[in-house]
């Protein structure tokens, strides 16, 4: 299994990007692509039109979430990976750490790039 931590900063209030992505309406927004998310813990989602699933797990609002997270690429073999988005007041917003737990061997880096390109580039933009 491998582990990545990537994070971006964004020029919003962390209260606002917490309740953004646990929003379907906004979540789909800033990244261009259909998210449907229940937002309570339990909660199931699917984001990029059901290419990403999960569960929210835990919820310190708003400073961290807790996901269980799959792709439509993991083996039925392979147990869910875990996300965890820290949320940290800075100077010009918020910092945003994302650290991606138990992904399946060999698709660690696709995964860091696919959340620079899919979900950072997009939420800079929408954030901005």
Do not use: C
Request: a negative charge; glycine letters at 8%; proline letters at 4%.
């Amino acid at each position: 299994m491998e582990n990545i931590t990537v994070s971006v900063e964004l020029p919003d209030k962390k209260e606002i990007v917490f309740n953004a992505w646990l929003d379907s309406e906004k979540h789909s927004a800033f990244t261009g692509s259909e998210a449907v998310i229940d937002p309570s813990i339990g909660g199931s989602f699917t984001a990029w039109e059901g290419y990403i699933s999960g569960k929210t797990l835990e919820m310190d609002a708003p400073n961290r979430i807790l996901q269980s997270w799959r792709t439509t690429e993991f083996s039925d073999a392979d147990s869910d990976s875990m996300l965890e988005i820290l949320l940290q007041t800075i100077t010009n917003g918020t910092l945003l750490t994302l650290k991606h737990t138990n992904i399946p061997d060999g698709q660690g880096d696709m995964y860091r790039e696919g959340w620079e390109e899919y979900y950072f580039r997009p939420m800079l933009e929408y954030f901005s």
